[in-house]
């Protein structure tokens, strides 16, 4: 039963031809049609306030397969997704891929500050390799050819000044 305490959102997230609350009911197929989960799942994603401007809210049609189907933009959709993964709402493992890849930055740091205050008793394996993403993790493992070869805050792999090191400083060079 491990993996109905595990909530997740892929980076190549399904966009489901589905309405808006199916797609995020996918998250726990046990409850998949529960309206008030999908209202708590996309107040937690943060998709509800585009939700509630949808014509047919929960049960707009997503998707251009069906007639009358809307879609979104790739904020919007990844927003469902990351809904989606909070379905489970006894959840208490979350693994996020890359989940804010589609987001510009602004919308990616209201979101990690977002999670952060609804993931405080959770554990979250976050897989990103944006630095300004990772860095605020209590703890960091780097990898290379499957095998973990550094791991600690942001401040000890800075202070290791090792691969870490280098990649940050290669990604903070960007904005100099």
Request: glycine fraction near 8%; aromatic fraction near 10%.
């Amino acid at each position: 039963i491990l993996h109905k305490r595990i909530g997740v959102i892929f980076q190549n997230f399904v966009q489901f031809q589905f309405t808006v609350g199916e797609n995020i009911g996918a998250g726990d197929v046990d409850r998949m049609n529960d309206e008030i989960l999908w209202n708590e799942a996309a107040e937690k994603g943060l998709s509800k306030t585009f939700i509630e401007q949808m014509k047919d809210g929960f049960h707009t049609q997503l998707g251009k397969w069906f007639k009358g189907g809307q879609e979104l933009s790739g904020g919007q959709w990844q927003k469902i997704a990351l809904s989606r993964a909070f379905m489970r709402s006894n959840a208490d493992i979350l693994v996020l891929d890359e989940p804010t890849s589609a987001m510009d930055a602004e919308a990616e740091m209201n979101i990690f500050n977002h999670f952060r205050n609804l993931t405080q008793n959770k554990m979250v394996v976050l897989i990103s390799h944006r630095f300004s993403t990772v860095r605020m993790a209590d703890k960091i493992i780097v990898m290379s050819d499957g095998k973990i070869i550094e791991s600690g805050s942001h401040k000890d792999l800075i202070h290791l000044n090792g691969r870490y090191a280098h990649l940050f400083e290669l990604q903070a060079a960007g904005y100099k």
